[in-house]
T-cell receptor, first 117, second 115 residues
Framework: AQTVTQSQPEMSVQEAETVTLSCTYD???????LFWYKQPPSRQMILVIR??????QNATENRFSVNFQKAAKSFSLKISDSQLGDTAMYFC??????????????FGPGTSLSVIP | AAGVIQSPRHLIKEKRETATLKCYPI?????VYWYQQGPGQDPQFLIS???????DKGSIPDRFSAQQFSDYHSELNMSSLELGDSALYFC??????????????FGSGTRLTVV
């Protein structure tokens, strides 16, 4: 079974600063996907960034980037130039790669991020 | 672009009543997934359907049932509601062997409150 762990229940960052959210996971699969989802107070589940396990290059999306360490099973999210709109719960998530279809998403417990003006 | 539509957005039911949640996937998506997110918790997978057949099952109570219809929309039926069923219920959809994992999309959720 796969598990996802986020050791930081809450974090805060000053506006315009950089913050890193940690995530570790456990799996025996060799092919999988990793995600960071953002859930603001509206409760919408928003995909921030995704990483394919077979890719060594770390994914980036504008101010968001990841540090993917496959051997260490670590997948951290860095948010640069933090903005007030980044305040949200962030979930690290895992999905097996089933090749011809998609699987269920396994979520971590979440990190509540507050951006302070 | 069309998104995953869930209805209703909010639902209040009394204990022991029945609730039906609906999910309309993105056009051409053939797979639907249901998740339950309790207060302060991460979403937990309940059940999924591919081409109208159940494809996977998670920690879904026996009081819950679901199905996917010929137009690919799905309904989650919840009977004998308990206070602990109060949660946000997400639906997600995807297309098998589709255009990439980005095609996996969540709806806005249905907030169920059992009183």
């Amino acid at each position: 079974a796969q598990t996802v762990t986020q050791s930081q229940p809450e974090m805060s960052v000053q506006e315009a600063e950089t913050v890193t959210l940690s995530c570790t996971y456990d799996t025996s699969e060799s092919n999988y996907y990793l995600f960071w989802y953002k859930q603001p107070p509206s409760r919408q589940m928003i995909l921030v960034i995704r990483q394919e396990a077979y890719k060594q290059q770390n994914a980036t999306e504008n101010r968001f980037s990841v540090n993917f360490q496959k051997a260490a099973k670590s997948f951290s999210l860095k948010i640069s130039d933090s903005q007030l709109g980044d305040t949200a719960m962030y979930f690290c998530a895992f999905m097996k790669d089933l090749k011809t279809s998609y699987d269920k998403v396994i979520f971590g417990p979440g990190t509540s991020l507050s951006v302070i003006p | 672009a069309a998104g995953v539509i869930q209805s209703p957005r909010h639902l209040i039911k009394e204990k022991r009543e029945t609730a039906t949640l609906k999910c309309y996937p993105i056009p051409r998506h053939d797979t639907v997934y249901w998740y339950q997110q309790g207060p302060g918790q991460d979403p937990q997978f309940l059940i999924s359907f591919y081409e109208k057949m159940q494809s996977d099952k998670g920690s879904i109570p026996d009081r819950f049932s679901a199905q996917q219809f010929s137009d690919y929309h799905s309904e989650l039926n919840m009977s004998s509601l308990e206070l602990g069923d109060s949660a946000l219920y997400f639906c997600a959809s995807s297309r098998a062997a589709g255009t990439g994992v980005g095609g996996y999309t969540f709806g806005s959720g249905t907030r169920l409150t059992v009183v």
